[in-house]
C-alpha cells in the first residue's frame, strides 16, 4: 500500500480492526503503520480509539493482538502468585510454556497505583526469549521488580490438569508463593 493514498480515519481504523481479527499472531505497530500507509504514532492513535470504542484489542511484547473470547470449553484459567529474582523470569516462563500453558499477563500491587497489570501473551519458548530480549533491548524492567519480585500471573490451558501440573513444577522449583509466608 506504500504506492497507494493514505488510508483515512473511520476506514484505516476499520482497516487496522480487520487485519487484528482474521490474524492469529500479534502484529507489531511498524507493520500496521507500513500496511495503512501512516506513521506509527498514527496507528497508536488508531488502536486507542479503537480500545475505546470496547475493541478488544491489547498490546504485547511481541505487537497488537486482538482478543477473541475463549470458548469456555476448550480453556481453563488460573490465578497464581509468583515470587521470584528478575535473573529467573526466563526460567519461569519457560517452565510454564513447556507444560502447554499460555501465560496471558502479569499483575503487581503498587503501593501508589495500586494493581498494575500488563499482557505478556507468551505460550512457548520462542515467544517467551522474544519477551525477555524485549526487555533486555529496551532496558525495561520487570514489573515484578517494584514489589521485590512478588507478582501474580493468569495462566490459561487446555485442560484443568495442565494447571495442576504447572502449579506443582512451579512449587518444586521455588517460583511459587508458599501461603505461609
Do not use: W
Given at each position: 500500500?506504500?504506492?497507494?493514498?493514505?488510508?483515512?480515519?473511520?476506514?484505516?481504523?476499520?482497516?487496522?480492526?480487520?487485519?487484528?481479527?482474521?490474524?492469529?499472531?500479534?502484529?507489531?505497530?511498524?507493520?500496521?503503520?507500513?500496511?495503512?500507509?501512516?506513521?506509527?504514532?498514527?496507528?497508536?492513535?488508531?488502536?486507542?480509539?479503537?480500545?475505546?470504542?470496547?475493541?478488544?484489542?491489547?498490546?504485547?511484547?511481541?505487537?497488537?493482538?486482538?482478543?477473541?473470547?475463549?470458548?469456555?470449553?476448550?480453556?481453563?484459567?488460573?490465578?497464581?502468585?509468583?515470587?521470584?529474582?528478575?535473573?529467573?523470569?526466563?526460567?519461569?516462563?519457560?517452565?510454564?510454556?513447556?507444560?502447554?500453558?499460555?501465560?496471558?499477563?502479569?499483575?503487581?500491587?503498587?503501593?501508589?497505583?495500586?494493581?498494575?497489570?500488563?499482557?505478556?501473551?507468551?505460550?512457548?519458548?520462542?515467544?517467551?526469549?522474544?519477551?525477555?530480549?524485549?526487555?533486555?533491548?529496551?532496558?525495561?524492567?520487570?514489573?515484578?521488580?517494584?514489589?521485590?519480585?512478588?507478582?501474580?500471573?493468569?495462566?490459561?490451558?487446555?485442560?484443568?490438569q495442565q494447571l495442576v501440573d504447572v502449579e506443582k513444577a512451579l512449587n518444586n522449583a521455588g517460583f511459587l508463593?508458599?501461603?505461609?509466608?
Amino acid at each position: 500500500m506504500s504506492e497507494e493514498k493514505k488510508l483515512l480515519g473511520e476506514n484505516r481504523r476499520e482497516f487496522l480492526l480487520q487485519l487484528l481479527k482474521e490474524s492469529s499472531e500479534p502484529i507489531i505497530g511498524g507493520e500496521l503503520a507500513k500496511l495503512a500507509n501512516v506513521s506509527r504514532q498514527v496507528i497508536v492513535n488508531d488502536i486507542t480509539l479503537l480500545k475505546a470504542k470496547n475493541e478488544p484489542i491489547i498490546a504485547t511484547s511481541q505487537g497488537y493482538l486482538y482478543l477473541r473470547q475463549p470458548k469456555v470449553a476448550d480453556q481453563y484459567e488460573k490465578t497464581i502468585a509468583c515470587h521470584h529474582t528478575p535473573e529467573q523470569a526466563e526460567s519461569e516462563l519457560n517452565l510454564i510454556v513447556d507444560h502447554g500453558v499460555t501465560v496471558k499477563d502479569v499483575k503487581i500491587e503498587h503501593p501508589v497505583y495500586g494493581d498494575l497489570t500488563a499482557s505478556i501473551m507468551v505460550s512457548n519458548r520462542r515467544e517467551v526469549k522474544q519477551f525477555v530480549e524485549k526487555i533486555q533491548a529496551t532496558k525495561a524492567i520487570y514489573l515484578s521488580n517494584l514489589t521485590h519480585g512478588v507478582h501474580i500471573h493468569t495462566i490459561v490451558a487446555k485442560s484443568k490438569q495442565q494447571l495442576v501440573d504447572v502449579e506443582k513444577a512451579l512449587n518444586n522449583a521455588g517460583f511459587l508463593m508458599n501461603l505461609n509466608e
